[in-house]
C-alpha cells in the first residue's frame, strides 16, 4: 500500500531543462509544486576537467535510473530491437542541462510553419514521402516572448542580429526578430575562430558566434566561464554554464512553494474513472509513495515520457494514459548527429579545451534561407566551426589517408598532426514520418519489471540525408578557404538514441493527430499537461533545449492563468 503524501496543486515529473523552468512561474504565483525528481543534487565540487572521469568513464552521466531503463532501437518492425550500452541522457536535479554543451538557440519562424511553407515555395510535392508533418498550432511571434523570458532568466550569451526587424551583420541575419539584445555577449573568439570568420566572409557566407547558456561575465551571482571545457560530458564547477541546478531552481526554492522529491522513480500516472489524473506513483528507497496533485506536468525527457505514459493505463485509458487515439509515441523523430566534416591544416589550431558552444556558425544553408528548387529536399544544416579538443580524442584522430592506423608511422602522424584538425557540428533539419515512432519493448525490462522504450528509426530518410549532402561541399569550400590541406565527411546515420530527440507526444490543434494541445495539455486528460522537446514538431537545424523551455515556461504561465479551468 502507498504512502499518501500531502496533496499539492501541481506535481512536475522531472527537474531537468524543461522541468526545472517550469517550476518557477508556478511557485512565483504562488502554487504549491511537488518537484519529483530521479536524481539529486549535484556539488559542483565534484566535477572534473578530466577527460578520462568525464568522456571515458562517464562518471557524470552514468547515474543508476537512466542506465536501468536504456531504450532499445532497431530499424524496421521485423527486427528484434538491441539495447545500446550508454544512455546519453542523466538523472540530476538540473538533469541533462548540467552536462550539456548549452548551445541555447531559437528556431526560426519558418520551423513552425515548414509544411504550409514549403508547398507554398515549392509544391505539394516538395514535402518528404511519409511524412507525418504538421505546422506547429503557434507561430514564432506568440513564442518569441517567452524565448526571450528564458534568455534573461538563465543568463544567455550571444550577439543578435535582428532587433525588431534591424539587421545586424555581427549576429545572425538569418534569425527571427527579437525583442532586444542577448544578456551577455556572446563567448569569447580565438584567433582560428577569427580565421575561420574571415575565410566565410571572402565565401560571400554571413559567421557569426552561436549563443549559449554560459556566462561571459558575472550574472545572477554566478561567475563568467572559465573555458577549461568538458561542457559536453562535464558539469560546471564555477556555475557559468546555465543549468537549470543554478539558475530557475533555487529560484523556485526560494519561494518556499517548491517542495523536491529526489531519487524517486515515477511508476505511474494515476488517472481516475472520469479521465482526469489525480497524482504519481514512485518509489523511493524501496517504499512506494502516491503524490495526490491538482495538476501534473510530465518532464521527463522524449523517451521516458512516451514510456510513462504508456505504461500508465487505467480504465478510462487502456491504451495507456492520453492514448485513446493511438498518438502516444507517434511522430517521433531525432538530429542525423553524424555526416559531419573535418579537416588538416598546415599549423596549429589551437582548439584545445575551450568548449563546444565556443566557435564559428554559418545559417547560410539552415532551414529555408536558400533556394530548394531541384535539390529533392526541404529544410537544411546549421555549420557550426568548435573548439574543445582533448588528448584521447586527438589520438583517435583521421590519419586522411596520410599515414597508417596503427604502429610508429600513426604514432608520429598523431604527433605531429593532433593539433591542426579542426571539426564541424552539423544539425540538420529532422521531420516525422510515419514508420518512425516509439512503444515499449515486449522483451526487455527494467529492474521492476517494467518494458524500457523501443526506438523504430525507419531506416534513412532522403530528405535529410540530401540536405547533409548539400551541406557537406560547403563545409569543405570553407575549410579549403581557410587552408586545410585534406578534407575528410562522415557518412549520415539513422538517428536513434540520441539527446536530441523528439516527438512522442506531438503538440497540435488536431487531437486524431497530437496528444496535446497548443499549450501543452492533453486533449484527453485536462490537466495532464507535457513539457519538453517531445511535444515539438519540428526540430530545424538547432539544438531543442531552448525552445524546450519557452515551450515549458509558456505551458507554466497558460496555467497559472487559466488555473480554474484547468485544475477544478
Known amino acids: 500500500m502507498a ?66 531503463e536504456i531504450p ?129 566572409r571572402r565565401l560571400g557566407w554571413h559567421p557569426f558566434h552561436p549563443p549559449a547558456a554560459i556566462n561571459t561575465q558575472p550574472y545572477h551571482n554566478r561567475l563568467g566561464c572559465a573555458y577549461h571545457g568538458f561542457c559536453g560530458t562535464g558539469g560546471c564547477h564555477v556555475s557559468a554554464k546555465g543549468s537549470t541546478a543554478v539558475t530557475t531552481i533555487p529560484e523556485a526554492v526560494k519561494t518556499k ?39 501534473v506536468l510530465l518532464a521527463g525527457y522524449t523517451f521516458e515520457n512516451t514510456r ?35 579537416a588538416l591544416f598546415p599549423h596549429d589550431v589551437n582548439i584545445w579545451y575551450g568548449l563546444p558552444a565556443q566557435g564559428v556558425a554559418i545559417d547560410d544553408f539552415a532551414d529555408d534561407a536558400y533556394d530548394h528548387s531541384g535539390l529533392g529536399f526541404i529544410g537544411g544544416t546549421c555549420i557550426h566551426v568548435r573548439t574543445e579538443r582533448h588528448a584521447i580524442e586527438g589520438a583517435s584522430m583521421s590519419t586522411y589517408g596520410k599515414a597508417p592506423l596503427w604502429g610508429a608511422a600513426w604514432k608520429k602522424f598523431v604527433h605531429e598532426n593532433a593539433a591542426r584538425a579542426a571539426v564541424t557540428y552539423f544539425q540538420t533539419s529532422t521531420f516525422p514520418y510515419e514508420t518512425c515512432y516509439l512503444d515499449l519493448d515486449p522483451m526487455v525490462k527494467d529492474p521492476l519489471g517494467d518494458p524500457v522504450c523501443r526506438i523504430t528509426t525507419g531506416g534513412p530518410r532522403q530528405n535529410e540525408v540530401r540536405a547533409i549532402r548539400h551541406a557537406q561541399p560547403k563545409m569543405e569550400q570553407w575549410f579549403r578557404e581557410a587552408g586545410a590541406i585534406a578534407v575528410e565527411r562522415a557518412n549520415p546515420d539513422v538517428p536513434g538514441l540520441t539527446t536530441h530527440a523528439y516527438g512522442g507526444t506531438r503538440m497540435g490543434d488536431n487531437k486524431e493527430t497530437n496528444v496535446v494541445d497548443r499549450w501543452g495539455f492533453s486533449h484527453e486528460a485536462p490537466n495532464l499537461g507535457v513539457l519538453g522537446a517531445s511535444v515539438m514538431g519540428t526540430s530545424g537545424a538547432r539544438n531543442p533545449t531552448l525552445t524546450a523551455q519557452a515551450l515549458a515556461w509558456r505551458t507554466a504561465d497558460h496555467l497559472v492563468k487559466n488555473w480554474k479551468a484547468i485544475a477544478e
Open 3 to 68: 504512502t499518501q503524501l500531502k496533496p499539492v496543486d501541481v506535481a512536475v515529473i522531472g527537474l531537468g531543462a524543461a522541468g526545472g523552468v517550469a517550476v518557477l512561474p508556478l511557485a512565483r504565483a504562488g502554487l504549491t509544486v511537488a518537484g519529483i525528481e530521479a536524481g539529486t543534487w549535484m556539488n559542483p565540487r565534484d566535477f572534473r576537467a578530466d577527460e578520462i572521469h568525464n568522456n571515458i568513464r562517464r562518471r557524470v552521466t552514468s547515474v543508476p535510473k537512466a542506465q536501468r
Open 72 to 200: 532499445t532501437v532497431r530499424a524496421y518492425p521485423n527486427e528484434t530491437a538491441a539495447q545500446p550500452a550508454q544512455h546519453p541522457m542523466m538523472n540530476a536535479v538540473g538533469g541533462t542541462s548540467v552536462h550539456y554543451w548549452g548551445q541555447s538557440w531559437r528556431l526560426k519562424p519558418w520551423d513552425f510553419k515548414s509544411r504550409s511553407e514549403a508547398m507554398r515555395r515549392y509544391g505539394a510535392g516538395s514535402l518528404p514521402p511519409g511524412s507525418t508533418l504538421e505546422d506547429w498550432p503557434l507561430t514564432y511571434d506568440e513564442l518569441e516572448p517567452y524565448y526571450d523570458t528564458i534568455e534573461w532568466e538563465v543568463g544567455i550569451s550571444g550577439k543578435a542580429g535582428n532587433i525588431q526587424g534591424k539587421l545586424d551583420p555581427r549576429g545572425n541575419i538569418f534569425e527571427g526578430p527579437r525583442r532586444r539584445e542577448y544578456p551577455m555577449p556572446p563567448l569569447r573568439s580565438t584567433e582560428f575562430m577569427d580565421h575561420m570568420f574571415g575565410a566565410a
Open 257 to 295: 512553494n517548491l517542495t523536491i522529491f529526489d531519487l524517486c522513480h515515477v511508476t505511474r500516472i494515476v488517472a481516475d474513472a472520469k479521465g482526469r489524473v489525480s497524482g504519481v506513483n514512485y518509489i523511493r528507497n524501496g517504499e512506494e509513495f502516491f503524490q495526490p496533485a491538482k495538476v
Open 308 to 342: 510513462l505514459l504508456l505504461l500508465s493505463k487505467s480504465q478510462a485509458y487502456p491504451k495507456g494514459l492520453a492514448n485513446n487515439h493511438g498518438q502516444v509515441g507517434r511522430h517521433f523523430f531525432a538530429h542525423y548527429q553524424t555526416g559531419a566534416v573535418s
